[in-house]
């Protein structure tokens, strides 16, 4: 039987299901700490331990509201 795919294929399918379930637990975490906070997104920038404005493109990149 002729080899169909590439194992580039394989790989890009593995990395792109593995990115997909990282943001998707990424989304979460964001989710979590901001209802902990109340939407306080200061507050939940040094809760995550990352930067507000990171925050705040995450909160837009995730469709977070």
Do not use: C, V
């Not at 990171?54 to 990149?61: D, G, Y």
């Amino acid at each position: 039987q002729p080899f169909t795919g590439s194992k580039d294929d394989e790989n890009l399918d593995f990395k792109t299901r593995m990115r997909n379930q990282m943001e998707s637990h990424e989304a979460e975490l964001i989710r979590k700490a901001l209802e902990e906070t109340r939407w306080n997104q200061s507050a939940a920038a040094k809760l995550l331990k990352i930067p507000i404005r990171t925050l705040s493109r995450k909160i837009k990149q995730y469709y977070i509201k």
